[in-house]
């Protein structure tokens, strides 16, 4: 179970990028979150990730706070952020090195199997596509077994091709252990598509604003009516979310909350 | 190379070899290059043998080869051009050694940059030939002033490229190496090190351009053995032809003092070499 508990944060400009964000999330759960630009979107996940820490509030994972980046928690950026200077298979097995090498390779190998690459772990990452390189990142955080996996808007950058097979890999490594995802992104679609439970921001601060009901089933039925309609319900939110009066004088995002 | 580095060795060893020397093989396309500098020389020989130029001034090839063949032959060009490789390897070491300390320091601390930076700045304003008086001063006309003279040379572009590299390394990349729970150490040598590394062989290879060009001067200054005396030598005694067979011996060492720094770090930087051969494979 993943607890945050009056999240909050202000950035020493002044800015306050998160107010009060308060969510349990059952292990498993597939969570998205949406909203507009400056709804602290990416500051919620940098402070789970242990890369900022918060001003007010907490995260727990399973009773214990974290406040610096865990083992038990991977994160996926907006870019594939590879290191180039390691082949696909070094860069999947770069948090491994406690494991022997036989059981590191073993792992990088199923990885690169189950995301349709088997046969690049030697290739550059200059080598491979956004797409391609994007499913590396995603498997490098996935082959350490985190049991909370963050996403930052990890398929924006992506055709709409590429990122529909993406949420199929997504959903199939999901499946092997069943992480935890907390999902940030502007899609709806993809909200739908992916999540368990979707929650609109609010910005300026950032806090949450209202969680419309899914009633899906998986695989989703992407042409059928419910989704058509959970998508609704969720822009009707996210229009609500985008009008409703501020309480704290708006302040313009600054860049302070850059990935 | 830590045991997660090595994860792949297995999964690499079945792809093609990549950035092999075979590869490099000079093409004939390369061979161009050749062609204007020998149809100059072959011109010039030409001229010289119908006497329609003064060889006093600029001898022709023949001669200039003549000459370089005897000083072979003699063992002085050994004598000359280990005497210059020496001082250069000497002051390129020391120089190249306090660059990369002092470039990594101001680099990754703001403090040590805000300290040490300006100092270091004003005195890479001073034209590092100025210093020469002052280190014949302080260190006689002997080996020691010549070596620190070309350390000096060495010194500045080293510096200011590690200290550059060390600064932009992406901050992305390092946040990657936070999710994983890098310490410093580990940080530094899995992270930054490789980040900077092709900046830093950049920032070798034009300070080891700067050795040889300090160690003509120092040896200009006074030697009794060395390149720069040969140059010297062949100035006062009116031999022309010693002064251009220095010359080339100087281009040759040079050449390949470059390029044996550049495969010495070519097997650490396969990665940046596979553009080419990223299409031919995709």
């Given at each position: 179970m993943l607890r945050l508990s009056g999240l909050s944060k202000t950035y020493p400009n002044g800015t306050q990028a998160l107010a009060d964000v308060t969510l349990d999330v059952p292990q498993g759960e597939i969570v998205a979150f949406v909203g507009g630009s400056g709804c602290g979107k990416t500051t919620m996940l940098r402070l789970i990730a242990g890369l900022e820490q918060a001003s007010k509030g907490r995260v727990e994972l399973d009773g214990e706070t974290l406040t610096a980046p865990h083992p038990a928690v991977g994160v996926i950026f907006q870019e594939p952020r590879l290191l180039p200077w390691l082949t696909v298979a070094q860069n999947i097995g770069f948090g491994l090195s406690a494991l022997s090498r036989a059981e590191r390779e073993a792992r990088v190998e199923e990885a690169l199997l189950r995301v349709g690459l088997a046969g690049y772990g030697g290739r550059w990452p200059r080598e491979l596509s956004g797409g391609q390189a994007q499913r590396v990142a995603i498997v490098r955080a996935l082959v350490a077994r985190p049991k909370v996996l963050l996403l930052d808007e990890p398929f924006s950058a992506l055709d709409a091709f590429t990122r529909a097979s993406l949420h199929e890999h997504l959903i199939g490594l999901w499946e092997a252990h069943k992480p935890t995802l907390l999902l940030v992104t502007h899609d709806v679609e993809e909200a739908v598509t992916l999540a368990d439970r979707v929650i609109v921001l609010q910005p300026k601060p950032g806090r949450i604003f209202a969680e419309p009901t899914l009633d899906l089933t998986r695989p989703r039925d992407k042409v059928g009516h419910d989704f058509a309609d959970a998508k609704r319900r969720i822009l009707a939110a996210l229009d609500g979310s985008l009008q409703a009066p501020s309480p704290t004088r708006p302040r313009e995002e600054i860049a302070g909350a850059w990935w | 190379m830590s045991s997660a580095d090595t994860a792949a060795s297995r999964s690499r060893a079945a792809a093609p070899p990549r950035g092999g020397f075979a590869a490099r093989a000079p093409s004939p396309r390369a061979l161009l290059g050749l062609l204007l500098p020998l149809a100059l020389a072959l011109g010039y020989e030409i001229a010289f043998r119908l006497g329609?130029?003064?060889?006093?001034?600029l001898p022709p090839p023949s001669r200039v080869f003549a000459t370089l063949a005897e000083l072979a032959r003699s063992g002085d060009l050994l004598t000359h051009a280990s005497a210059t490789l020496a001082r250069v390897f000497a002051g390129f070491v020391f120089g190249a050694v306090a660059a990369i300390l002092l470039g990594a320091l101001t680099g990754s601390s703001a403090l040590a940059r805000r300290l040490l930076d300006p100092t270091l700045q004003a005195l890479r304003a001073v034209p590092s030939l100025a210093w020469v008086p002052l280190f014949i001063m302080w260190f006689g006309i002997f080996e020691t002033s010549k070596v620190t003279l070309i350390a000096v040379g060495v010194f500045f572009p080293v510096y200011l490229g590690v200290m550059g590299a060390i600064a932009s390394v992406d901050r992305k990349i390092v946040e990657v190496g936070r999710v994983f729970r890098l310490d410093r150490v580990a940080l530094a040598r899995r992270i930054l090190l490789p980040a900077i590394l092709p900046d830093v062989v950049i920032a070798l290879r034009s300070g080891l351009g700067l050795g040889f060009m300090f160690v003509v001067a120092a040896e200009i200054m006074g030697a009794s053995e060395g390149l720069g005396y040969l140059l010297l030598d062949g100035q006062q005694l009116g031999k022309a032809a010693q002064i251009v067979a220095a010359l080339i011996a100087f281009a040759v060492l040079g050449k390949i003092c470059d390029g044996l720094l550049a495969a010495a770090a070519r097997p650490f930087l396969r990665w940046q070499d596979s553009f080419a051969r990223a299409g031919g494979e995709g």
């Open positions: - | 329609l130029v003064e060889a006093r001034l």
